[in-house]
């Protein structure tokens, strides 16, 4: 079942064009998780190829991201924690998920918007307590925004490098050897966002820390 999905949104990115990455992009940044490692990456290699521009696959993914991010934040802000953690569970949303990125966004705020559009599973959730806690929408915006523009970017130099090491995995047509591509080649890129995502959280926590004795006095 999930391959044959992978399938299809891979066709999709094929012969859709910028339309198909901003409606998948939108989805995959709504409850829908759709993986962004098998749209951004075919799309760069077919602006290799000439049929479409490396800018053009950015944008496209960044609009596509936000639309989907700005859709969770407004239904989450509307319909609340309750309905979500009832209903939640119909669409791979179970209360748990919900928790953790609630955790996410309380100890982290606005720069774990951020960084959470550069990590797996998170980045499809975080728009969610966003809205439930009814963060400001301005800021949230520009997080958003800017981390999905980061992450496209990365996917789209995975998928150039796609074109260059492997120019016949796009005739394959196989989303599986696709991932395990974009998996090998992330791995420095997934280590520098780790090694960011601490110092900003080192320097977060030490700011706290410093702060904690003058607001007791």
């Known amino acids: 079942m999930l391959h044959h999905l992978l ?16 409606l998948l992009m939108a989805m995959e940044s709504s409850i829908i998780p759709v993986p962004s490692e098998i749209v951004i990456p075919p799309a760069a290699f077919l602006a290799a190829d000439g049929h479409m ?11 596509g991201s936000y639309i989907g991010s700005a859709i969770s934040y407004w239904v989450s802000l509307w319909v609340g924690r309750p309905l979500l ?6 669409f791979l949303l179970g209360e748990d998920k ?14 774990g918007i951020f ?11 975080i728009s969610i307590p966003a809205g439930i806690v009814r963060m400001n929408f301005a800021a949230f915006s520009l997080m958003t925004t800017s981390g999905a523009a980061l992450w496209c970017g990365v996917l789209t130099y995975l998928g150039y ?8 995995l796009l005739k394959k047509n196989d989303p599986v050897e696709w991932e395990h591509f974009i998996k090998h080649a992330s791995v420095w890129v997934v280590i520098g966002v780790a090694i960011l995502a601490a110092l900003y959280f080192l320097v977060l926590r030490l700011t706290v820390n410093k702060k904690a004795p003058a607001g007791m006095a």
């Not at 399938?7 to 901003?22: Q, T």
Request: hydrophobic share 50%; no cysteine.
């Open 7 to 22: 399938e299809l949104w891979l066709g999709w990115v094929r012969d859709g064009g910028y339309w198909a990455i901003i």
């Open 98 to 111: 919900i928790a953790r990125a609630e955790v996410w966004l309380t100890r982290y705020e606005a720069g």
């Open 53 to 63: 521009s490396f800018a053009g696959v950015i944008l496209a993914g960044t609009v």
């Open 85 to 90: 953690a009832r209903y939640g569970k119909y």
């Open 115 to 125: 960084f959470a559009r550069l990590l797996p599973v998170i980045r499809h959730l």
């Open 161 to 168: 490098l796609a074109h260059q090491q492997r120019p016949d």
